[in-house]
């Protein structure tokens, strides 16, 4: 249970710092860490006490292994946060060429 | 102006030496894909490192000497296209949509689970020329903004 | 066997304008106009042939618990079609209004990554798999948002971008916890063990997707990234993202989960008539004191979605009539009103109320156009936005929902305001105005005419015969739980 | 045989050889994805192994470099010692600085052993190298003079004139 909570701190932190932090870069990382606290909640709900890694082996047995599929998703979703992450890399270089700055409260020419 | 033409002797050597150590080890993960950890995703990012790896030690103009750009390009794009021809070929042969029309050979063998190695390595081109692609352009970004200052 | 297509050719179509095309954006016009026609053609057929009895297609030849599963009832049809609809109207419009911008075939190439998004969201019966369709889709509409390369457009996408993570990080954990409560992935299968579970799991599990694909759809207290992004975008861009994006990855996602999976209860019913009226009155309030044309359209965007919700919220056959039925002709009329704030941009270089004039001798064809399409939202007669709202108020006053009723009454009547401040601001102004900066092209006043006329043309299905039709297969499938599960898992 | 040709060869042999000790010797089908992937290398990095042309004596000069691994395990094992000390000496008396040293060695790889030679040994570390001057710019945790002479008698003369042997 105290795996779980740490989890959802990891969470809340990530969203602190996309909320509170000025600093592109600094909230791109905060994006970061709560996705990757997404994935360790779902490999961290996998597991099972005692278990093995799910890869079949010449005379491995099953039945102690823990459940594959959300590892599976957590790599799937690894890449997605990759790409995503990347996009906003090139955005951020991008505004900063623009408006010569990475602190998102001189960046306002949109209002409202 | 020194990131343009990479890094010292040191780095270089050590890059020149080791190489094709790197590219070995991805096609190695590459080809274990459906028997151990790791695959196309996996090995793919270890080619894109390789490559990267040189691009860091010696700068982009050499980079562009030594790899064929447009080729990469290409490949990234043949790659997904290969890889929904291997899908529609299931539809084909077997009536769905990715099914297996190879057959699985003997478990544990290196042949064997039918297109799933065939797939592996598709995506592994895939990623090693995009995951590249993704700094190189990125690099693009920074002489630019070099440029105009 | 048409259902793997639908996703497939948008795919290979992006990937293949990567390969071929050099530099010019000759064969990225070719292939996605191709695409868009043939895929317009296999939705239409497809919504035809589920009519009369739905589609289930597994994919890779495995059976149900190991396999991703495509499931195309009338309901999927349904958005197909006017996902494809708007689509290939958007690139007509596109091909001449890109060009303006840079001629590149990235445009296309993403464009079309865009529809394999919204496709794939649609067709997918897989919960997992809807959220990877779903990043590939949002991943093409932050690149497309920044497209035009100009400062407050990455500002916009950037903002959209970090939106959209946090909203599928949620999503993700969402996932997660169901995968943790019913061990599977297939949305089928999750309603059927959902159902034996105590109803506050549902209804936390339904908290938490509400709030990530109502960050999707925009809902009010959601919004904030919607009139940067919407109103920054290139044209045809914006009224994809209007017309269909938010519908195809908030809208239809809720209306499918929240139907179809967890079960329709008085606890969702609340929640989205709340959401529903703070969305109309608040967005319509702050539409009203817009001076940028795009943003004024993008603030109705949201209250438009309220109409949407407050109608889900209602719940009863009349209501999902209305609910569909406005979403349909959101999606004409917002698509068109996007073509004709872009094509006043291209031609007079700005996009502030202020500055614009009268059009009607210069601009006949868009001045025309965007009268219908202002008539169509603000619900007058003859045209589909009114029997739709009309609708939503007449199955509100049956349910008994009074309030919401008049609601609904009070947001239209400041539809009507904010348009008419439109209209006699960005067409029939004091200015005349003579000289222009570019000329619309063919493509862009065809695809504009085409789309004033469906505004009229949808407005048949009211008739008792052609509902029967075409719309009550499309209700029956919103509303019948037990039916879903019962032809997914095939029993 | 050119220089590039030769180098694609000693890198076929050595992928080979390495694939087939991450996997079997044995397996027929591990064989021909070695055999793959090992040409696959090859045409991608094939000519960057090998750059300069091999001198002769090749026996002799293994010998020496046998010595110099030797030699370098001696000079780490006292720095090692050295290190300890001043860590564990209450007072801390440590002086750090960057030194500049002058190596006369022109061969790269030769080059770049020296340099990680003297990272990998503790109280040292490698920072920059000037090719055109040929000097090495290293952190050095107890500094013992600022002269360049006396320093490259210090640090480097204890590698250099051993794989001075061993590549030249």
């Known amino acids: 249970m105290i795996l779980y909570l740490l989890c959802f701190i990891l969470l809340l932190i990530g969203l602190y710092g996309v909320i509170t932090k000025r600093d592109l870069i600094k909230i791109i990382l905060s994006l970061a860490i709560m996705e990757y606290a997404a994935n360790l909640f779902l490999v961290l709900f996998a597991y099972r006490k005692g278990g093995t890694y799910p890869i079949l082996e010449e005379g491995r047995e099953i039945a102690m292994m823990v459940d594959p599929l959300p590892q599976a998703l957590v790599l799937t979703s690894i890449v997605i946060e990759l790409g995503i992450t990347a996009m906003l890399v090139a955005l951020a270089v991008r505004l900063y060429q623009k408006y010569n700055t990475f602190d998102i409260t001189k960046i306002r020419r949109l209002a409202g | ?149 | 066997m048409i259902i793997p297509y639908l996703i497939i050719m948008p795919l290979l179509a992006a990937f293949l304008i990567t390969l071929i095309s050099g530099k010019g954006d000759t064969w990225g016009v070719i292939f996605s106009i191709l695409t868009e026609i043939t895929l317009i053609i296999l939705s239409v057929i497809g919504f035809i042939l589920v009519l009369e009895n739905p589609l289930v297609y597994n994919m890779s030849g495995w059976n149900i618990p190991y396999t991703i599963t495509l499931v195309m009832d009338s309901f999927t049809g349904f958005m197909l079609v006017i996902v494809h609809v708007i689509a290939l109207l958007a690139l007509m419009y596109s091909v001449a209004y890109i060009r303006h911008l840079s001629k590149s075939w990235k445009y296309y190439a993403l464009f079309m990554l865009l529809i394999t998004g919204m496709d794939g969201v649609i067709l997918t019966g897989d919960l997992f798999n809807l959220f990877v369709f779903m990043e590939i889709g949002l991943f093409a509409a932050y690149a497309l948002v920044a497209y035009g390369n100009r400062p407050e457009e990455f500002e916009a996408s950037f903002k959209y971008a970090v939106m959209g993570s946090i909203s599928s990080t949620l999503i993700l954990v969402g996932i997660g916890i169901v995968y943790s409560v019913t061990s599977t992935l297939n949305l089928a299968k999750i309603s059927e063990v959902l159902a034996t579970q105590p109803v506050h799991v549902v209804n936390w599990i339904g908290a938490i997707f509400l709030v990530g694909f109502g960050l999707k759809a925009a809902a009010m207290p959601f919004h904030a990234w919607l009139p940067d992004a919407h109103s920054s975008a290139p044209a045809p861009i914006s009224s994809m993202l209007s017309g269909v994006l938010i519908k195809a990855l908030g809208v239809y996602v809720l209306i499918r989960l929240i139907f179809n999976v967890f079960g329709f209860n008085a606890i969702f019913s609340r929640v989205f008539l709340g959401l529903g009226t703070l969305s109309i009155i608040a967005a319509s309030l702050l539409a009203i004191s817009q001076w940028d044309m795009k943003r004024l359209l993008a603030y109705s965007s949201v209250s438009q979605v309220g109409f949407i919700l407050i109608a889900l919220g209602i719940g009863t056959r009349m209501a999902i009539f209305g609910a569909l039925f406005h979403l349909l002709n959101h999606a004409i009329f917002k698509g068109l009103l996007f073509l004709n704030a872009g094509t006043v941009e291209m031609c007079l270089g700005t996009r502030d109320l202020k500055k614009m004039g009268r059009l009607g001798k210069v601009l006949p064809i868009t001045t025309g156009t965007s009268m219908i399409g202002t008539l169509a939202v603000s619900g007058l007669p003859p045209f589909n936005g009114f029997f739709s709202k009309l609708i939503i108020i007449i199955a509100a006053i049956e349910a008994g929902f009074f309030s919401t009723a008049g609601v609904a009454v009070v947001g239209s009547l400041l539809t009507l305001a904010y348009f008419m401040k439109f209209q006699r601001y960005g067409f029939f102004g004091d200015k005349v105005i003579e000289i222009l900066d570019h000329k619309p092209g063919l493509g862009m006043q065809t695809a504009m005419v085409c789309l004033a006329v469906l505004c009229l043309v949808t407005s048949i299905l009211v008739v008792p015969q052609v509902r029967e039709l075409v719309m009550d297969p499309v209700i029956n499938a919103v509303l019948n739980q037990a039916k879903y599960i019962e032809l997914v898992l095939g029993r | 045989m050119s220089l590039r040709t030769k180098s694609k060869i000693l890198v076929f042999f050595l992928a080979l050889v390495c694939y087939l000790a991450l996997t079997s010797f044995t397996d027929y089908q591990e064989i021909i994805a070695g055999i793959a992937a090992a040409l696959i290398v090859t045409l991608l990095a094939g000519g960057l192994l090998l750059q300069t042309e091999g001198k002769k004596n090749l026996f002799k000069r293994s010998l020496k470099a046998v010595e110099y691994m030797f030699r370098f395990l001696w000079e780490m094992t006292k720095a090692n010692l050295h290190v300890a000390y001043l860590v564990l000496h209450p007072n801390l008396p440590i002086k750090p600085g960057i030194v500049k040293i002058k190596s006369s060695l022109k061969n790269e790889s030769a080059i770049t052993v020296l340099a990680n030679s003297i990272t990998l040994t503790p109280g040292t570390l490698t920072i920059d190298y000037n090719e055109k001057t040929g000097e090495l710019y290293i952190h050095w945790i107890d500094v013992k003079s600022v002269d360049e002479k006396k320093d490259t008698e210090i640090i480097g003369a204890k590698f250099e004139n051993l794989l001075k042997e061993v590549f030249e």
């Open chain 2, 1 to 149: 102006m020194k990131e343009k033409h990479g890094m010292t002797l040191i780095v270089r050597t050590i890059t020149r030496i080791s190489v094709w150590l790197i590219f070995l080890y991805g096609f190695y993960i590459i080809f274990h894909g459906h028997l151990t950890p790791g695959g196309g995703f996996a090995g793919g990012v270890i080619l894109a490192l390789a490559l990267l790896n040189y691009m860091l030690a010696y700068g982009r103009e050499k980079t562009e000497n030594w790899i064929n750009i447009n080729l990469l390009h290409d490949m990234e794009s043949a790659s997904a296209i290969l890889f929904l021809i291997v899908g529609i070929l299931g539809i084909a042969i077997s009536g769905s949509f990715l099914a297996n029309w190879l057959s699985g050979g003997k478990l544990f063998a290196l042949f064997s689970s039918g297109t799933i190695p065939i797939l592996n390595i598709i995506i592994g081109i895939k990623v090693c020329a995009g995951l590249f692609f993704v700094v190189w352009t990125l690099s693009i970004f920074h002489i630019e903004e070099e440029a105009e200052e």
